[in-house]
């Protein structure tokens, strides 16, 4: 059966607009796939302290913040520092298929892994035909 909307629709448009830099000027890749109704998200949070990750959706808008602590390194000589530190976010506009009141999240070994299933009136449904004259 043809899907009408792309759930993540504004995905694309926000990353035309802002390519691969989010804010806090680092990349947070994500992946995104859909399977059996339910559509995952994972986001490498690498270092991340579970604690210090938050994600919330308002208004059809999924926004997911972590916060990667500043090492101690003091009297370090750094030779290459690509790791971002502080405070970092990146949003995902759900489309309106989505059902953002039944979001599950979970954080293992560094990614954070995002669920949200789709609204059960969105989903295909099959039609009974009836046959003979009414």
Same mark, same amino acid.
């Given at each position: 059966?043809? #899907?009408?909307?792309?759930?993540?629709?504004?995905?694309?448009?926000?990353?035309?607009?802002?390519?691969?830099?989010?804010?806090?000027?680092?990349?947070?890749?994500?992946?995104?796939?859909?399977?059996?109704?339910?559509?995952?998200? #994972?986001?490498?949070?690498?270092?991340?302290?579970?604690?210090?990750?938050?994600?919330?959706?308002?208004?059809?808008?999924?926004? /997911?913040?972590?916060? #990667?602590?500043?090492?101690?390194?003091?009297?370090?000589?750094?030779?290459? #520092?690509?790791?971002? @530190?502080?405070?970092?976010?990146?949003?995902?506009?759900?489309?309106?298929?989505?059902? +953002?009141?039944? /979001?599950?999240?979970?954080?293992?070994?560094?990614?954070?892994?995002?669920? @949200?299933?789709?609204?059960?009136? +969105?989903?295909?449904?099959? @039609?009974?035909?009836?046959?003979?004259?009414?």
């Amino acid at each position: 059966m043809a #899907r009408n909307q792309d759930p993540f629709q504004e995905m694309d448009r926000m990353f035309g607009a802002f390519g691969s830099q989010w804010r806090g000027g680092a990349l947070m890749p994500m992946d995104a796939f859909e399977k059996d109704g339910v559509y995952t998200l #994972r986001f490498d949070l690498a270092g991340a302290d579970p604690d210090k990750v938050d994600v919330t959706v308002e208004s059809g808008l999924l926004t /997911v913040t972590a916060e #990667r602590p500043l090492e101690d390194t003091e009297g370090v000589n750094w030779l290459v #520092r690509e790791r971002p @530190i502080g405070t970092h976010s990146r949003q995902v506009r759900l489309g309106s298929t989505l059902d +953002a009141r039944n /979001v599950e999240a979970g954080y293992d070994h560094g990614v954070l892994t995002v669920r @949200i299933p789709t609204r059960p009136e +969105a989903k295909p449904q099959k @039609i009974q035909i009836s046959t003979g004259s009414k």
